[in-house]
């Protein structure tokens, strides 16, 4: 079992910069790769970005590319995601999940059903 927290969420201007957090209890953090999705009113659960086990491979949505960063802290059992320059369209609950199936990541790591544990996610809203 793993227990996922995230934290960070809020209220924010647009072009602000903020940072989520999400640490993890239960199994070897530092075996298994980690992603965050987010969901917006009325949408769909969408790809944000991945990270593999040692931190030293990423990828990103499209939408997010440049602007956002994943990243970890095997030791602290925390991933984290820096947001900068975040956009009305950024609005959305931010959500933390792991795959402990995997170390590395690929294209499937886009998709959320690679993932079998999910935080209860944080909210972040960004006024125009």
């Known amino acids: 079992q793993v227990q996922l927290v995230e934290s960070g969420g809020g209220l924010v201007q647009a072009g602000v910069s903020l940072r989520l957090s999400c640490t993890a209890s239960?199994?070897?953090?530092?075996?298994?790769?980690m992603g965050w999705f987010r969901q917006a009113p009325g949408k769909e659960r969408e790809f944000v970005a991945a990270?593999?086990?040692?931190?030293?491979?990423?990828r990103y949505a499209d939408s997010v590319k440049g602007r956002f960063t994943i990243s970890r802290d095997n030791a602290k059992n925390t991933v984290y995601l820096q947001m900068n320059s975040l956009k009305p369209e950024d609005a959305a609950v931010y959500y933390c999940?792991?795959?402990?199936?995997?170390?590395?990541?690929?294209?499937?790591?886009?998709?959320?059903?690679?993932?079998?544990?999910w935080g209860q996610g944080t909210q972040v809203t960004v006024s125009s």
């Open positions: 999940a792991a795959n402990t199936l995997r170390s590395q990541i690929g294209i499937s790591s886009m998709n959320g059903r690679q993932y079998n544990y």
């Open positions: 239960g199994r070897t953090f530092s075996s298994y790769a």
């Open positions: 990270i593999n086990w040692s931190g030293d491979s990423t």
